[in-house]
């Protein structure tokens, strides 16, 4: 009797065991600190809990028991099922995995906006001062603060705060401002017919973060493009460049003689009349000290620009261009071919197929020049959908053989030359300041050093007519010498500065010039124009011309708006007619008739 009484007393013992948890679960949760108290509750409960756990199956063998092992079997693998849905929530929580099924990515940030948030200097934050949280601006921002941990944004209520609402200058609802250190900008301001845009939010972002604005000079003087709002006028295209942080100004070559030092991009928008040979020389000049230019150029005129072109290995095709593949979706006839290809180049490559067109345009010839490295950007279909028409009077455009050029046609061409950089110390005969190069070469041509004992003398320029032919050569005369020759804009790039010994020869500190020039050929400038701008692609081969022309790697290329494609069926009357007949009628009768026929067979 004494042994059956010390069994139960021991079984009655465990049972403190799940009291102790129970104790130390409550502690912990109602003191709300899981302390030493509370887990010496629960160690102990768990450890007394085990321990009759394991006594019990020693007294009564209950570990061999068939249903014992089938009921921890189905307790692990409960446990372990848990265990890996509780991995796969944390790891979804902590990593984002998301797929944008739609196929225009309308729910994926562009390439461009990833990169620039991806590597954002400093942090970076966004303040929607409204009251509603719309659904569509929250998940586009939420993708911009998954790219990047140091972008953040807030809704705030401007009635419930408005200090911050009067520090922001807040006016109405709505409106979205970034704030980047010391410095804020406002966005745009939304409402229910204008959400949050993308290409907005990263254009002030690129703004707010970079410190730098390029300068882009129009030139002017020649029938080219207007840049105030008018007719054929390009006003959104040099909007557009406002909006990407560049400064923008009309040039005239014909009052200034050169292009100016903080020009980084000069564009020639359309000229309908030649450019005197000074403003090409101005402009050759500019290409040889490193500068960028972009040249749009319609059919039916000549700017005179064919010496500037040569030296690159670019003709313009006095032909038309013609694509008969997309008239009737352009909407603009034949004359305005659809462009689909684009070239490999940085300009270009997030373009994919999407479409451009460019009314009234030339088509390019290239030609391999050493040192020149081009790139064609825009290209035609092949023939027979596409060709270059020598007979622009005929009111009928077809192929016509020996006048008229077979299809694929270049329309555009990125073309980079290397220049050479100037050394870092250029050695100098006497104190004596020598003349200063005329505005035809100066900041092009690549010094060569004389030595002499005596006063050296400057040569005169090189004529229009030797230009390009002379070549440094090194002097070693000790008597008065001549000043070598300059080099033309045709050999820059190309001449090897040669030094020579000089006695009284003193280095003196250069700067460093551009080590590569850019140009960019579009035979075309309608493109650009007032309505065209807005249009499929057409903005962003401008302007990503334009940010690569600039030299800026670091400043994201413009990004075009996504929208759904129109997958809706339009259906005349009688498909309407037919396709309710044949839902209603057709198939009813079809299907009663193999019920028929199924049960005469069967019968």
């Not at 991995?87 to 944008?100: E, P, S, V």
């Not at 390019?364 to 596409?386: H, M, N």
């Not at 007032?530 to 692609?537: E, M, P, T």
């Amino acid at each position: 009797m004494k042994i059956v009484a010390k069994k139960k007393l021991w079984k009655y013992l465990f049972w403190l065991g799940p009291f102790l948890i129970a104790v130390g679960l409550t502690v912990g949760l109602v003191s709300e600190q899981w302390g030493l108290i509370p887990l010496a509750f629960l160690v102990t409960g768990i450890v007394i809990s085990g321990l009759g756990i394991i006594w019990q199956s020693y007294e009564t063998n209950w570990w061999k028991r068939r249903s014992t092992q089938a009921g921890t079997n189905a307790l692990v693998a409960t446990l372990a099922v848990l265990a890996i849905l509780g991995l796969i929530n944390f790891l979804g929580t902590r990593y984002h995995l998301r797929a944008d099924l739609t196929e225009s990515q309308l729910f994926t940030l562009a390439p461009q906006s990833r990169e620039l948030v991806s590597v954002l200097p400093q942090p970076v934050k966004v303040w929607v001062f409204d009251i509603n949280q719309n659904p569509q601006d929250r998940e586009l921002l939420e993708n911009y603060q998954r790219q990047s941990s140091k972008f953040k944004y807030e809704y705030i209520d401007p009635q419930a705060r408005p200090g911050l609402a009067e520090k922001f200058g807040v006016k109405d609802y709505g409106e979205v401002y970034l704030e980047s250190g010391e410095k804020r900008q406002l966005v745009q301001t939304v409402n229910q017919n204008e959400r949050l845009s993308e290409i907005r939010l990263t254009s002030r972002l690129q703004q707010l973060t970079n410190s730098t604005t390029a300068k882009v000079y129009l030139l002017q003087g020649h029938g080219e493009r207007q840049l105030s709002p008018g007719k054929d006028a390009i006003s959104q295209a040099v909007q557009g460049l406002g909006d990407k942080n560049f400064t923008t100004s009309p040039l005239n070559l014909g009052e200034t003689s050169k292009v100016p030092q903080d020009a980084a991009v000069v564009i020639v928008a359309g000229p309908k009349r030649g450019l005197f040979e000074g403003e090409v020389k101005a402009l050759q000049e500019y290409l040889n000290r490193g500068g960028n230019l972009l040249l749009m150029i319609d059919p039916n005129t000549d700017p005179k620009l064919n010496s500037l072109l040569q030296e690159w290995g670019v003709r313009l095709d006095n032909r038309l261009a013609v694509d008969v593949s997309g008239e009737s979706v352009v909407g603009l006839g034949p004359a305005a071919p659809l462009v689909t290809e684009y070239g490999q180049h940085p300009i270009t490559k997030d373009f994919g197929n999407g479409n451009s067109f460019y009314p009234i345009s030339r088509p390019l010839e290239i030609t391999s020049v050493p040192g020149v490295q081009a790139t064609p950007l825009l290209r035609t279909k092949p023939y027979p959908k596409s060709w270059a028409e020598s007979d622009l009077q005929s009111e009928k455009l077809e192929f016509n053989e020996g006048k008229d050029l077979k299809g694929p046609l270049t329309l555009g061409v990125a073309l980079t030359r290397k220049q050479a950089a100037k050394s870092a110390s250029i050695p100098q005969a006497s104190p004596t300041p020598s003349p200063l190069p005329s505005p035809t070469t100066q900041g092009k041509a690549t010094r060569t050093p004389s030595a002499s004992r005596s006063t050296p003398q400057a040569s005169p320029l090189p004529s229009p007519t030797t230009q390009g032919k002379a070549t440094p050569t090194p002097s070693t005369s000790r008597s008065t010498p001549q000043a070598s020759p300059l080099p033309s804009p045709t050999t820059q790039g190309k001449a090897t500065p040669t030094p020579t010994s000089a006695a009284t020869a003193s280095p003196t500190p250069s700067s460093q010039t551009a080590t590569e020039s850019r140009l960019v050929v579009l035979g075309n400038s309608n493109f650009a124009t007032d309505g065209l701008f807005q249009q499929q692609l057409n903005g962003d081969v401008f302007l990503n011309s334009v940010t690569w022309l600039s030299q800026q790697d670091q400043q994201p290329l413009s990004i075009r708006p996504k929208e759904p494609k129109n997958r809706r069926i339009t259906l005349t009357t009688t498909q309407g007619n037919f396709l309710i007949l044949s839902s209603l009628l057709i198939l009813p009768l079809i299907g009663f008739a193999i019920a028929v026929i199924i049960w005469w067979k069967r019968r």
